[in-house]
């Protein structure tokens, strides 16, 4: 999570930087290739969880798949923020593209097993599965968090590069803890599981999905609060620094107090789901955060 929040919130900021007043990159191509890096993402999604229940099916434990993926995202970012005005722009292009296919391609085939991991990890029991989903939500909130904050000061002193590599490096041994967090019950080979209904193509589970109306409700949903959050976090960078005329590491001013407000809902809002229903409380968490980002435009002076 430290990773995604750090590239969401600085890549545009880091192809904005100028050299006699040309910036690294274009910022509307860079903008448009970053939205066709996402849409990849996205498009990606089944595919790896294709691949993760078919892993499951022929025996193998699901946490496995991290070790094949869980260095690609740390080693895409790095690649990505060492393009520089030192070199020429063919090749700024070239580690651009190259880092965010790295990353997104890491990062999807390692975030479809690794959140499998709660359902995996707590053998089939309520409380247990309750306790590491918490866990989990909390982790992501401290991720976001470090992404956020942390990321802002560091390249406030040292620069985008050596940041981008700094948090590269303390990634990859974070990411690879999760597998071996498993339970010892769960060590053992898992035996080939069997299927007696007919295999569906991917698509068509997909086009099945599409055609509820209440899910088609949640995408809407959660799209729309997942983007606008991206949004913001893009656009922190330049309202602190372009608007509010501070520095990187001011950044976190506007970013820090919404992610931190996270922790303590961890305590009542399970209970507030559970009374009017988690459904309900999506649709009012994702207008409030609407209000959030809009008023956010009333900042700076025209």
């Not at 470090?146 to 981008?164: C, E, K, M, P, R």
């Not at 071996?180 to 099945?208: C, D, F, M, R, V």
Request: a positive charge; aromatic letters at 14%.
């Amino acid at each position: 999570m430290s990773l995604t929040r750090f590239l969401y919130q600085w890549i545009l900021k880091f192809g904005n930087q100028k050299e006699a007043t040309l910036p690294l990159f274009d910022p509307i191509i860079l903008g448009t290739a970053f939205v066709a890096f996402r849409i990849f993402d996205g498009l990606s999604d089944p595919i790896a969880g294709r691949l993760t229940d078919t892993w499951k099916r022929k025996g193998f434990q699901r946490r496995t798949l991290l070790l094949f993926t869980f260095f690609l995202a740390p080693i895409g970012l790095a690649i990505t923020f060492l393009c520089s005005h030192n070199l020429s722009q063919p090749i700024n292009w070239l580690l651009l593209t190259t880092g965010l296919l790295i990353f997104f391609v890491g990062y999807t085939f390692y975030a479809i097993p690794y959140w499998s991991l709660v359902d995996d990890y707590s053998g089939g029991d309520k409380t247990t599965r309750s306790k590491l989903s918490g866990l989990l939500g909390l982790g992501i909130v401290i991720g976001s968090g470090i992404g956020n904050g942390v990321s802002g000061f560091l390249i406030d002193a040292h620069g985008y590069g050596i940041t981008g590599v700094t948090f590269a490096l303390g990634s990859v041994l974070l990411m690879s803890l999760p597998y071996w967090a498993s339970p010892t019950k769960t060590l053992s080979y898992n035996e080939p599981q069997t299927y007696n209904h007919k295999k569906e193509n991917i698509w068509s589970g997909i086009i099945g999905a599409l055609k509820h109306r209440k899910f088609l409700a949640l995408i809407a949903l959660f799209g729309g609060s997942q983007m606008s959050f991206a949004i913001m976090t893009a656009a922190a960078p330049f309202i602190a620094i372009d608007l509010l005329g501070g520095s990187e590491k001011d950044s976190v001013a506007l970013m820090g107090p919404l992610i931190g407000a996270a922790i303590p809902f961890f305590f009542f809002v399970p209970k507030v789901q559970m009374k009017y229903g988690w459904l309900r409380c999506m649709l009012w968490a994702s207008i409030a955060l609407a209000i959030v980002y809009s008023c956010s435009g009333l900042l700076g002076n025209d």
